[in-house]
């Protein structure tokens, strides 16, 4: 089992999840814009869906292959976002980032702030030599958080998902331990 650790930052608390928090993180990605700029959330987002990541999320950590924290902004109630950490490969000390933040909070900096103490938490603490991210080239947001975060963009991976029916143009990101 990977430790789910409880992270602090000026204005979130990033922890980990537990089905109390499924009714926030339902109410949340139901957001058709959410779902929108990111790869893998449906919408629209099924019933008991947000129950169901969560029970995922806990086996992933369970079984050593992923570290899921929620988002909690100490001005709001309830989850704000999801950081992961998953296909943790510890044969290659690598895996990959994933993550959102609520609509209304896009822009004010709060997945940049998020981000920090979750590297360096995947460098320090799983060991991990390499993380790395994908988004859709028109969720450029992502990519400038990234960014600011260290993160190098090797390459374009055209048409590598399938958003509602489109293939999409993804972006692979990447930052090395020795960058952080």
Known sequence: MLSQPTLE?????????????????????????????????PHPYPDR??????TRQLD??????????????????????????REIEQEHAQAELSFWVTA???????MNEALKPAIAFGFNHLSLNRLYAYHMLRN???????Q?????QEGVLRQ???KWGVFEDVALWTMLRQDS
Do not use: M
């Open 104 to 110: 209304e909070l896009w822009g004010q900096g709060y």
């Open 148 to 152: 600011k975060n260290g993160f190098v």
């Open 160 to 162: 590598r998902v399938r």
């Open 49 to 54: 869906e947000a129950e169901r990541y969560i």
């Open 60 to 85: 992933a950590s369970e079984a050593g292959h992923s570290v899921t924290l929620g988002l909690e902004c100490k001005s709001l109630e309830g989850i704000c976002g999801i950081i992961e950490i």
């Open 9 to 41: 930052t000026d204005r979130l608390i990033l922890r980990p999840l537990n089905l109390a928090d499924a009714p926030s993180i339902q109410e949340k990605v139901s957001v058709r814009a959410i779902a929108d700029t990111t790869i893998s959330i």
């Open 140 to 146: 450029p947001g992502s990519g400038r958080v990234l």
